[in-house]
């Protein structure tokens, strides 16, 4: 059985920073892309940021330079730092790993809150 526990999310003021951390169990980690999404009131649910097996990165142009993926196959974990946080960033974050060739095969953590007040 597949499990994705989030953990890091919380409350924070305007230009703080939080980090998440996403631990997988029940898969291969290290074949699969790990990444974060996040969902605010009333909107689809938009990527935020992928990380390859070969620590090969992409982000959403509108955290770009403020939040960093990273991932430790060790330990079968992805972690998003975020920093500069700003108030449009309030969003429940999800962890994703998926095939990266049949990129919908995949699974869903749960979700964790992250809010940015100003």
């Known amino acids: 059985q597949v499990h994705l526990v989030e953990s890091g999310g919380g409350l924070v003021q305007a230009g703080g920073s939080l980090r998440l951390s996403c631990a997988a169990s029940?898969?291969?980690?290290?074949?699969?892309?790990a990444g974060w999404y996040r969902q605010a009131p009333g909107k689809q649910r938009d990527l935020v940021a992928t990380i390859t097996k070969d620590n090969s990165t992409n982000y959403a142009d509108s955290v770009k330079g403020r939040f960093t993926i990273s991932r430790d196959n060790a330990k079968n974990t992805v972690l998003l730092q975020m920093n500069g946080l700003k108030p449009e960033d309030t969003a429940v974050y999800y962890c994703?790993?998926?095939?990266?060739?049949?990129?919908?095969?995949?699974?869903w953590g749960q979700g964790t809150q992250v809010t940015v007040s100003s």
């Open positions: 994703r790993v998926f095939n990266p060739v049949l990129r919908s095969l995949g699974y």
């Open positions: 029940g898969i291969i980690f290290n074949s699969k892309v």
